[in-house]
């Protein structure tokens, strides 16, 4: 099946510092892939739809200047978290979506980030 | 936008017994609910989806049933195991584009 992988799986970091997390498809062509953030306990909130080859879209509330996305081939796209602060501590999960079975998401295993 | 509620937000059963989860969402042209099962830690795992041009699908254990006109679907896991304590995640999405979540349910299945 299809295999999404996300790294760093955990990272760590002083405040101010930024985090790159990449998702990557493995076995398939992702034309679009989905950034979304978990915090415990809760529901996965989408926060922006990054398609390759052009800038990604943000769901309202979501700072683009401080989450910089970037779908640079069929197969990558990266999340920066600029100028991290203990707030932007949590479960950032990844998705991407078959170019040839555009319904199904497949997710990434996650990132969990704390900021110190 | 789409919204969507999911209920109940924790939910105990005994093992061999049923379990039902019930979700609603809000725009009509949403046409593709899938259903996702997501361990503690781990990634969320497509267990079943519907699209709206069927009402049911089974698989197993695990059936789903859409309601188009009221705007509900539900999941069904008959028979639970143990192994079926998670949450469970419903979400809407018109067919290509992004999904919305519920608020997701923890289910235990006691031994």
């Known amino acids: 099946g299809a295999v999404v992988s996300q790294h760093p799986s955990r990272v760590i970091c002083k405040s101010g510092t930024s985090v790159k997390i990449e998702c990557r498809s493995l076995d398939f062509q992702a034309t679009t892939m989905f950034w979304y953030r978990q915090f415990p306990k809760q529901s996965l909130m989408l926060m922006a739809t990054?398609?390759?080859?052009?800038?990604?879209?943000?769901e309202q509330g979501v700072e683009k200047d401080k989450f910089l996305i970037n779908h640079a081939s069929l197969t990558l796209s990266t999340l920066t978290v600029t100028s991290a602060h203990p707030e932007d501590s949590s479960f950032y999960i990844c998705?991407?979506?078959?170019?040839?079975?555009?319904?199904?998401?497949?997710f990434g295993p996650g990132t969990r980030l704390t900021v110190l | 936008g789409e919204n969507v509620e999911q209920h109940p937000s924790t939910l105990s059963v005994q093992e061999g017994d049923s379990a039902v989860i019930k979700c609603t969402y809000s725009?009509?042209?949403?046409?593709?609910f899938p259903w996702y099962k997501q361990e503690l830690g781990k990634r969320p795992q497509l267990i079943i989806d519907i699209r709206s041009n069927v009402g049911e699908k089974k698989d197993q254990r695990i059936a789903v049933t859409l309601n188009k006109t009221a705007k509900h679907f539900s999941l069904h896991i008959t028979e639970t195991q143990p192994e079926d304590s998670a949450v469970y995640f419903c979400?809407?999405?018109?067919?290509?584009?992004?999904?919305?979540f519920g608020t997701g349910t923890s289910l235990t299945v006691i031994p």
């Open positions: 998705s991407a979506r078959d170019a040839f079975s555009p319904d199904t998401q497949y």
């Open positions: 979400a809407a999405s018109l067919s290509g584009n992004q999904f919305y």
């Open positions: 990054s398609n390759e080859g052009s800038k990604a879209t943000y």
């Open positions: 725009d009509s042209a949403s046409n593709y």
